[in-house]
Nanobody
């Protein structure tokens, strides 16, 4: 059974940092692109960041560029999202995902990030 399990969410103040982690089990994802998405109530899930398996290229949505960093450790089958200078608008449930072919086929259950003073 394939599982992606996120951890590291929580309640922080504006300007603080958080590091989200995603542990994969059931298969290796070393040859899959990995990504992070987020969703707030009443809105569609949105792309946050991705990292390609083939060359480690990274991609970010404009609102997090310069603040968030995605990384992966294929030896541990994990992907992380370092989030700095957090803003209230970063508040959301964050999801880890793995791409298979052209689709984001595998999803975690999500971890809540709340940025509030």
């Amino acid at each position: 059974q394939v599982q992606l399990v996120e951890s590291g969410g929580g309640l922080v103040q504006p300007g603080d940092s958080l590091r989200l982690s995603c542990a994969a089990s059931g298969r290796t994802f070393s040859r899959n692109d990995m990504g992070w998405f987020r969703q707030t109530p009443g809105k569609e899930r949105e792309f946050v960041a991705a990292i390609r398996w083939i060359d480690g290229s990274t991609y970010y949505t404009d609102s997090v560029k310069g603040r968030f960093t995605i990384s992966r450790d294929n030896t541990k089958n994990t992907v992380s999202l370092q989030m700095n200078s957090l803003k209230p608008e970063d508040t959301a449930v964050y999801y880890c995902a793995a791409r298979a072919g052209s689709a984001w086929a595998y999803w975690g259950q999500g971890t809540q990030v709340t940025v509030s003073s």
